[in-house]
């Protein structure tokens, strides 16, 4: 792709990134409907692109272009007012609330939306799904919060999203009647979230079918998260948000 005047005006080392973060993102798009988490052309991946001594940049798909058809070079480069840098489509419609994210979370390196079945079922009902399981506990640090109702279209989402994760452990929050976003270190965590989120409200849903689900003490997931965040893994599963 031919870069435009503005993303030709960033340093190389910005640039050669700005493609690096494009294949990835695109990428990372096939993951969600590999794991059923979006239908048609529903749902999106970013990824913030820092620059160093200006404003970041995000990477994020195309509107309404269907996950076949995606390619590196038709992701499309947004500052973080949502404003489009470099891309020959219109960015998607969620930019301006992913955007929001990055400016007010600088620890967040990753955003994803879906409207995966049964968290957006709990996001339609407005209620959190409970910590009940100790993968909850490892990747959440306690329930999945909602967020407010808000519109599409300006950053709204984005404000619903920054005033509810802000003071959580949780690396997800089901918008009330829209479905779940989540945040990352990088958009791959954020991906991970966006798995893990669907498939704890999946099967607390399920429990709550055979009765009232067993709730897990604080402290006991206090520790659980703990130990996940700092101690699994190879060392690549600190909070984002802790």
């Given at each position: 792709m031919t870069s435009t005047p503005g993303l030709a005006a960033y340093p190389s080392e910005v640039r050669e990134e700005v493609e690096r973060v494009r294949a990835l993102v695109c990428d990372l798009h096939a993951e969600l409907p590999r794991w059923g988490l979006v239908v048609w052309t529903a749902g999106n991946v970013s990824q913030r692109v820092r620059v160093p001594g200006g404003e970041d940049l995000l990477v994020i798909k195309p509107s309404g272009v269907t996950y076949d058809d995606l390619t590196p070079e038709s992701m499309v480069v947004c500052d973080l007012e949502g404003n489009l840098v470099d891309g020959s489509r219109a960015p998607s419609s969620d930019t301006a609330a992913h955007a929001y994210v990055y400016q007010h979370m600088?620890?967040?390196?990753?955003?994803?939306?879906?409207?995966?079945?049964?968290?957006?079922?709990?996001?339609?009902?407005?209620?959190?799904?409970?910590?009940?399981?100790t993968m909850m506990a490892d990747e959440f640090g306690g329930p999945i919060p909602i967020g407010p109702f808000a519109l599409i279209g300006d950053d709204s989402i984005g404000r619903g999203i920054v005033e509810t994760l802000r003071d959580s452990r949780s690396r997800a929050v089901l918008m009330r009647n829209h479905g779940p976003f989540t945040i990352g270190r990088d958009a791959k965590d954020a991906v991970k979230a966006a798995v893990m989120v669907e498939e704890v409200?999946?099967?607390?849903?399920?429990?709550?079918?055979?009765?009232?689900?067993?709730?897990?003490?604080?402290?006991?997931?206090?520790?659980?998260?703990?130990?996940?965040?700092?101690?699994?893994?190879?060392?690549d599963s600190a909070p984002v948000n802790p």
């Open positions: 600088p620890q967040v390196g990753g955003v994803v939306h879906t409207h995966s079945t049964y968290a957006t079922a709990w996001a339609a009902r407005g209620e959190e799904v409970p910590c009940v399981l409200a999946r099967t607390v849903h399920i429990s709550r079918q055979l009765g009232e689900p067993l709730p897990i003490a604080q402290s006991d997931i206090d520790s659980l998260y703990a130990r996940y965040q700092n101690v699994y893994g190879q060392g």
